[in-house]
């Protein structure tokens, strides 16, 4: 089934540590992007990418690195992470003509 | 700044019409999205409009005016399942999308 798979589904770890969310999609799409969505706010963009090779900053880019080495893959790293990471994070594609997302399933992560 | 309005929560009955506002006010237009979120899964597209007017698909529609900077997402014959958050979502000049906080719907039989 064409999409885009995150991984891992939910995971709890220790501040400090380090964390990486993958992300792949088989629709060739050129942008993708990784949200954090928190109880009350809406969708906040953390880092995006326009095509393979390029990334940006997004709204709250901080404590937060991506790469985009080819066209399929996007990971987000947490080098060290912090209770206030605490979120769903939501990783998403958009089709080129028309700008449509299509999202993840998102992955859970707690930071005690 | 750039900011999106939806109300927090709004309730309705099964079968009965609803309407969710959504006003924005961002750097430039070039469209509005809806999305459906289902509690504790991804969001998922329902309409976009980037010129004036009603869209209809099915039991949704959803409105524009850009000269107002609103939009309203129209639900009709509501079914349970129509239970979710609905997000409202500009695109900038940039082509960046801004989100709404979202608006809770909760159907009661």
């Known amino acids: 089934i064409a999409g885009i798979t995150q991984a891992p589904t939910s995971q709890i770890l220790a501040a400090g540590r380090r964390m990486t969310l993958r992300c792949t999609q088989d629709?060739?799409?050129?942008?993708m992007y990784w949200y954090r969505q928190d109880l009350g706010l809406g969708l906040r963009l953390i880092h995006y990418?326009?095509?393979?090779?390029?990334?940006g900053k997004g709204e709250v880019p901080d404590g937060y690195s991506v790469s985009r080495a080819n066209t399929d893959d996007f990971p987000l790293t947490l080098a060290s992470a912090v209770p206030s990471q605490t979120s769903v994070y939501f990783c998403?594609?958009?089709?080129?003509?028309?700008?449509?997302?299509?999202f993840g399933e998102g992955s859970r992560l707690t930071v005690l | 700044g750039q900011n999106i309005d939806q109300p927090t929560e709004m309730t309705a009955t099964e079968g009965a019409i609803v309407q969710i506002n959504c006003t924005y006010q961002?750097?430039?237009?070039?469209?509005l999205f809806w999305y459906q979120q289902h509690a504790g899964e991804a969001p998922t597209f329902l309409s976009y409009?980037?010129l004036d007017g009603l869209e209809e698909k099915g039991r949704f529609s959803s409105f524009l005016s850009r000269s107002k900077g609103y939009s309203y997402l129209l639900l009709k014959e509501l079914q349970m399942k129509d239970s979710a958050s609905y997000l409202c979502?500009?695109?900038?000049?940039?082509?960046?999308?801004?989100w709404g906080a979202g608006t809770k719907l909760i159907i009661k039989p």
């Open positions: 998403a594609s958009s089709d080129d003509s028309t700008g449509e997302l299509f």
């Open positions: 961002t750097s430039g237009f070039n469209g």
């Open positions: 409009n980037v």
């Open positions: 629709m060739r799409h050129n942008a």
């Open positions: 990418s326009n095509t393979a090779g390029t990334t």
């Open positions: 979502a500009v695109r900038d000049r940039d082509y960046q999308l801004i």
